[in-house]
């Protein structure tokens, strides 16, 4: 087992294209580090410079508080789990799994327990016989899941190794891989862009964007204080509303020339927008200003029940806003509303996006 550290890493594909550039983190041992970011933004290439599948442009990787830039993947101890699966067609489940330790020479008999042992950790016992199009897609990634358990790496590397299953199956694999990280305590860095995901999965949350980490931290942190409305959007579906405020000299002023009160407020002059979470509006009866909380109408322009909740869509200052309610919402198009936010719920961002 081993910790990881990432110290200014930075990639340059070619002579121009910064895919990553320049990101510190660090993982304690055992943890489980998840990097979150569109597509493009320099997940996978960080990941490969930590697997030594891509050179490392500047800066160091550390594995075991070792620098590892100059090894070869074979040299440093890690297993990595992609999101194709990467199984031998022609070989059993039984000799995938054993594959990579015949390889480096391991004696039979200890390769025949690595093997059975992490068959039956991953409940794949009853199908070591099998070939791969023999079994369902978990399966299949529970196989890939076990070639990289029976190396017993320092660390694993996971590169969206659900994405090619469906919803449902993808959120009993979160729990398998989560149960599982936790049960072997292997250090482990996964790169997804599925928010959910990560939120579900992480240890320490890394929100990347265009090369560079937006936001590190535990994922409740992250979603209850975004740094930027960059992480506001990003973490938390639907995501947070963001609507532009003005400040002059009697108040506050929405894009639509809606005036607010907002007592105990500082907002900059130009560029600020105000954020809430769907989930942090309170649809008031009265008309009433709220004590302790923002007042504000919202006119309704559709309702989607989903089940245990409805969206509200609506427009708030001249700017699309979606709020949760509980159940079925009574709300119909057109309906003006008026929601309070209550103040602890509010986040401020600056023109640079930054939070305030
Ligand atoms: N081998 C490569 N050569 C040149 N550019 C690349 C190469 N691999 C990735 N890139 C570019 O680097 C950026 C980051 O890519 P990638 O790390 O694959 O993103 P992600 O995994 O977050 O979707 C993208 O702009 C991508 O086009
Ligand atoms: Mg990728």
């Known amino acids: 087992m081993a910790n990881v550290e990432l110290t200014n890493v930075r990639k340059v594909y070619g002579s121009s294209v910064e ?3 320049g990101i510190n983190i660090a993982i304690e041992d055992g943890a489980l580090c998840v990097l979150v970011g569109p597509s493009g933004c320099g ?6 410079m930590i697997a030594g599948l891509e050179s490392i442009t500047d800066g160091t990787v550390k594995i075991d508080n070792k620098v590892v830039n100059e090894l070869g993947p074979a040299e440093r101890d ?10 031998y067609p022609h070989m059993k489940v039984y000799d995938n799994m054993a594959y990579g330790l015949r390889n480096r020479g391991m004696p039979k008999d200890q390769i025949d327990k690595r093997v059975k042992d992490a068959a039956q950790i991953l409940e794949l016992t009853q199908l070591l016989e099998r070939r791969p199009k023999e079994l369902s897609g978990g399966q299949r990634q529970r196989v890939a899941m076990g070639r990289a358990i029976v190396r017993s790496p320092k660390v694993f590397l996971f590169d969206e190794p659900l ?6 199956l993808r959120g009993q694999m979160r729990v398998e891989i989560k149960n599982l990280q936790r049960q072997l305590g292997v250090t482990s860095v996964y790169v997804t862009h599925d928010q959910l995901e990560a939120m579900t999965l992480a240890d320490i949350l890394v929100v ?6 937006e936001q590190i931290g535990a994922p409740l942190d992250i979603y209850e ?3 930027s409305t960059f992480v506001a959007s990003f973490i938390g579906a639907p995501p947070m509303n963001l609507v532009p405020v003005k400040a002059d000299h009697s108040g506050l002023v929405l894009k639509d020339g809606t005036r607010i009160g907002a007592e105990g407020l500082s907002i ?7 954020g809430f979470r769907p989930e942090d509006l309170e649809v008031s009866a009265g008309t009433d200003t709220h004590i302790g909380g923002l007042a504000l109408d919202l006119k309704v322009l ?5 089940g245990a909740e409805s969206y509200v869509y609506g427009i708030i200052g001249g700017e699309r806003v979606v709020v949760r309610v509980p159940g079925r919402s009574t709300s119909n198009t057109d309906d003006q509303l008026r929601v309070i936010i209550p103040k602890q719920k509010l986040h401020l961002f600056g023109a640079d996006g930054k939070r305030i």
């Open 208 to 213: 990347m964007n265009a090369g560079s980490v």
């Open 19 to 21: 895919a990553v550039k």
């Open 163 to 168: 994405s090619n299953l469906d919803a449902k």
């Open 268 to 274: 900059p002059l130009t560029g600020a927008l105000i």
């Open 43 to 48: 997940k996978s290439t960080l990941l490969r």
């Open 225 to 227: 204080k975004p740094a």
């Open 78 to 87: 890690i297993a990595m789990v992609f999101q194709n699966y990467a199984l």
């Open 302 to 306: 559709g309702v989607e029940p989903v």
